[in-house]
């Protein structure tokens, strides 16, 4: 059984460049959400995707968009980025009828110059 | 908008102690769920509690949730260098859209000195 995985896991840009992170779910999860962890902070909810739509979304704003694939894979997407947007972005994938906690990836850790 | 307080923020203890890492919101949860994190990892899950009052115990940790599913604490005891790591508690709900989210507090960054 394979975790969550996450890519890439440091990304370096500059302000107003857009980027896509990308994550596979574990295996057997068809729910994916996203979070956004600025240092020394715990994670924001961003959105959560469930059969290829969004079913729930944080106090983030529309430059932050999502998809979800088929094999439950997903991306994240950030438009004219801004400096605050530095952060780490984790993925987290669990089954819709399962009461257990979310499993996480790794995270992408993006640096906006 | 739902807040989780977490405190203390930052704690440093000698191997051996005990401690208590508390978690509290105005909001009502469905449920609770503690995560540890390391650095450069994502959390893991360490619990969930569900019902107001519960008690769970995991090894050297005791978590409970509060009888109003409004706040929580974890203990640990005696406690280990191998226990070092970022604490975090997260409330359960759920958004219009029926997706359930985590509402996360700030962490509590635990130091466990040999």
């Known amino acids: 059984e394979t975790g969550v995985t996450q890519s890439p896991t440091h990304l370096i840009k500059t302000r107003g460049q857009q980027v896509t992170l990308r994550c596979s779910s574990q295996s057997g999860h068809n729910t994916v959400s996203w979070y956004q962890q600025a240092l020394g902070q715990g994670p924001q909810f961003i959105f959560q995707?469930?059969?290829?739509?969004?079913?729930g979304r944080g106090n983030f704003p529309p430059r932050f968009s999502g998809l979800q694939f088929p094999n439950y894979s997903s991306e994240l997407n950030v438009n004219a980025l801004e400096l605050d947007d530095s952060a780490l972005y984790l993925c987290?994938?669990?089954?819709?009828?399962?009461?257990?906690?979310?499993?996480f990836g790794s995270g992408t850790r993006l640096t906006v110059v | 908008t739902q807040l989780l307080e977490q405190s203390p923020q930052f704690l440093s203890i000698q191997e051996g102690e005990n401690l208590t890492v508390y978690c509290n919101s105005s909001s009502v949860f469905s449920s609770l769920q503690w995560y540890r994190q390391e650095p450069g990892e994502g959390p893991v899950l360490l619990v969930t509690v569900v019902t107001g009052g519960e008690v769970k115990k995991l090894k050297r940790l005791t978590f409970q949730f509060g009888d109003a599913r409004k706040d929580s604490s974890l203990h640990i005891t005696a406690a280990q260098p191998g226990d070092t790591g970022l604490y975090l508690c997260a409330g359960v709900s759920y958004s219009s859209g029926s997706a359930r989210q985590l509402t996360f507090g700030s962490g509590t960054q635990l130091t466990v000195l040999p």
């Open positions: 995707y469930y059969r290829e739509e969004e079913n």
């Open positions: 987290a994938s669990s089954h819709t009828n399962s009461n257990l906690g979310y499993t």
